[in-house]
């Protein structure tokens, strides 16, 4: 049976600062859940699993795994077990050796160490590694060992940090696809910590955005994506990132650049000044006329020839984004030239609106 695990308003104040590391956080990972804490660097997610380990001390608040308050236990009573960036192999110590060294310590009986070091490097496909050395594996296959050391001990939660960050680009694309696997053959339930929001989306059941310590917005993954509950999550989640900016409220449109986009009369009513934050993805903007009235003109800068896929990266023409550069996705065989000149228009139904005051989604209508 999986084992939920709980922050109530856990919070993390480092002696000597001023603001808290981690901020009243609130968060019920489920049972066998892959949660994954993803924001920019100094956002606390890797405090709060330390938190959930025991490696930090909890200033205020609580943790529980199941039914048991570990929040002041020490991390060798909680029933974890934690991958690391850092590999942290015994270098002296077969493959075997090291994924099984902790049962050892606890001393469990030799035949029952071989047993779930067998299962555990037939299921992470280590079996010819066994009597190696880790100088002699490479990166990918040194984080399956320390996966593997983690898998044996058969922890009630893995706690995993960055543990993809040290790898190659192609490495790390096929080792996150085979950690996701592996959890839900498993079925433990795991809370994973990274920078990079494209691992976060595609490993995660739900993803918990920080920021400052304080937690922004839990959801599955597409609904990040689709609904986003401020700005921050929308410019953060998304690949290339959502354009944001900040636009004058005339009537019932918003000016951009030379085009008018029409606001629903919610979003209007849900507006306190004449400014409104829109947010639109890439894939939002379609090609459009001059002379439509909703249309704006780029000029674009560069084009991203994928294959698949190309990306414009433009100027908008008397508008400023936060983001000096708009991005658009367009057909990957029919590019404009750089230099050209370009019309857009917002497809109604991909529209984001932000409050410029809180930054907090205003309803779409």
Request: glycine share 8%; proline share 6%.
């Amino acid at each position: 049976m999986s084992t939920p695990v709980v922050f109530d308003s856990a919070t993390r104040v480092y002696p000597g600062a001023t603001t808290p590391a981690v901020d009243s956080l609130d968060l019920e990972v489920r049972p066998g859940e892959f949660l994954v804490l993803v924001g920019p660097s100094g956002c606390g997610k890797s405090t709060s699993l330390r938190m959930l380990a025991g490696l930090e001390d909890v200033t205020s608040g609580s943790i529980r795994i199941g039914d048991r308050d570990v929040t002041h236990l020490r991390p060798k009573d909680r029933d974890i077990a934690m991958v690391f960036q850092s590999y942290a192999l015994y270098p002296h110590l077969t493959v075997g050796e090291n994924m099984g060294f902790a049962l050892k310590i606890a001393g469990v009986a030799k035949s029952e160490i071989a047993a779930r070091v067998a299962d555990a490097a037939r299921v992470l496909d280590l079996e010819p590694y066994l009597d190696r050395k880790p100088k002699a594996l490479s990166g990918g296959q040194r984080q399956r060992v320390a996966m593997g050391r983690a898998i044996v001990r058969e922890p009630q939660v893995f706690l995993m940090d960055e543990p993809l960050s040290n790898l190659d680009a192609k490495l790390r694309v096929s080792t996150r696809t085979q950690i996701a696997a592996l959890q839900r053959r498993l079925g433990i339930t795991t809370v994973y910590v990274t920078h990079d929001q494209v691992e976060a989306m595609t490993m995660g059941d739900r993803v918990a955005v920080l920021k400052d310590g304080l937690l922004q917005q839990v959801a599955a993954p597409l609904e990040l994506y689709d609904r986003p509950a401020n700005a921050f999550v929308a410019g953060f989640i998304g690949s290339p990132a959502m354009n944001l900016g900040t636009f004058r409220v005339d009537g019932e449109s918003a000016v951009v650049g030379g085009a008018r986009v029409p606001l629903s009369r919610e979003t209007r009513a849900a507006l306190t000044s004449d400014e409104v934050v829109l947010g639109f993805r890439p894939e939002a903007l379609e090609l459009a006329t001059a002379d439509a009235t909703d249309a704006f003109a780029v000029e674009v800068l560069v084009a991203e020839e994928l294959g698949s896929e190309a990306f414009l990266y433009g100027t908008l023409e008397g508008a400023t984004l936060r983001d000096p550069q708009l991005v658009a996705k367009v057909a990957p065989r029919s590019v404009p030239e750089k230099g050209s000149r370009v019309h857009f228009r917002i497809l109604p139904e991909r529209l984001h609106a932000f409050s410029p005051e809180t930054g907090e989604a205003l309803p779409r209508g």
